[in-house]
């Protein structure tokens, strides 16, 4: 049995947590969300915790128990508090800037690379080299962070490039000239 999903999740003050099935619907001060588990486990709510359990001792059961109980638990964090994901851009020139709801990046192109977030998604920068990427949604909190570093992925060379916060970049030597 998983031992991720044996744990209950808390419900904190100010979230309700709505079970229809295999539906889950969780409000909370930050938004509102909602996914379809997978089928395989039960969601029940005790009190003031869900509890997410396996269905039978089938394999396909056992392997969805833990993903069913992050999801969930993500769900919960997301709408009491959120997510954030922060990119550093390292580069001469590279920079980038909030314009209405998009984001604006120069990474070296001959033109600035636009992204407009999804609903329940915001983009803030500080000082046009540090981006956060903030909303309830884990995974397309993450999604987005990723597209983001998409535009310019930090190349070994130099360190150039953009990266999240703490990401360590394996640089290679340069040409050694020949003597």
Known sequence: MSRIGKAPIPIPDKVTVSLDGLAVTVKGPKGELSRVLPEGVSVSQ???T?????????RRSRERH????TLVANMVEGVSQGFTRKLEIVGVGYRAQVQGRKLVVSAGYSHPVEMVPPE?????VENNTSVFVTGPDKELVGNEAAKIRGIRPPEPYKGKGIKYEGERILRKAG????K
């Open 66 to 69: 833990g993903l069913s109980r």
């Open 50 to 58: 869900v509890v997410v359990s396996p269905t039978s001792s089938h």
């Open 175 to 178: 040409k050694t000239g020949k």
């Open 46 to 48: 005790e009190g003031g």
């Open 120 to 124: 329940g998604v915001t983009f803030s």
